[in-house]
DNA sequence: ATCGTGACGAACG
DNA sequence: CCGTTCGCCACGA
């Protein structure tokens, strides 16, 4: 299926290991600048199956934080994830952009 | 077709 | 840095 899902996973596919983008510049690189909101929404609808085909834990908020509400379980394993790339968060629990964005 | 919703974001105080 | 406010969007009930 075409829909906008498809095209923000294919999106986040593409971006590489240790590096990480947001939610807004995710719509920005899809032709949608203020659809952050709704890519989102995308990775939250993630099946149990796609989430091991796409990178998810490589979106996080323009501040640089994790930004998973609700479950705390998975916000954690982001975190994980991430830091296991070779990303590193400050004392505010946040990342470098210079050092970490993509694109 | 309408409406509520939420892994957003920029602007404020 | 932290919480609040308001605008925006695709999706599904």
Not at 10 to 15: L, P, V
Not at 41 to 70: C, F, H, M, T
Not at 76 to 91: M, P
Request: proline share 4%.
């Amino acid at each position: 299926m075409n829909n906008f899902y498809q095209s923000v996973y294919e999106m986040a596919s593409k971006i590489p290991k240790g590096k990480v983008t947001s939610y807004g510049r995710l719509a920005v690189l899809l032709q949608s600048p203020r659809a952050a909101r709704a890519v989102g929404y995308a990775l939250n609808s993630l099946k149990k199956d796609d989430l091991q085909k796409v990178p998810w834990q490589r979106v996080i908020n323009s501040q640089g934080k994790i930004s998973i509400k609700g479950d705390h379980f998975r916000a954690s394993l982001q975190r994980r994830l991430l830091e296991e790339e070779g990303i590193v968060f400050d004392e505010n629990d946040s990342i470098d952009w210079d050092k970490f964005g993509w694109p």
